[in-house]
């Protein structure tokens, strides 16, 4: 999984896989999900993520070995 927060966009995005993306969902009009074919979530975008998130904190937890 990567996150990147760009800054100059005020994007957050979420990768979670890095297969091929089948589709692209609009949640509303600032959150996208970009779904692989079997429908499993790979990336999750916010835009004013500032705004809408924290993003000047991340905290990560439940990382398996």
Do not use: C, P, W
Not at 18 to 43: H, Q, Y
């Amino acid at each position: 999984m990567k996150v990147i927060y760009f800054e100059d966009t005020d994007t957050l995005y979420i990768k979670v896989r890095g297969s091929d993306i089948a589709e692209s969902k609009d949640l509303d009009e600032n959150t996208i999900f970009d779904m692989e074919a079997n429908g499993n979530v790979r990336t999750i975008t916010f835009e004013h993520a500032s705004q809408r998130t924290n993003v000047s904190r991340l905290i990560v937890e439940g990382i398996a070995a």
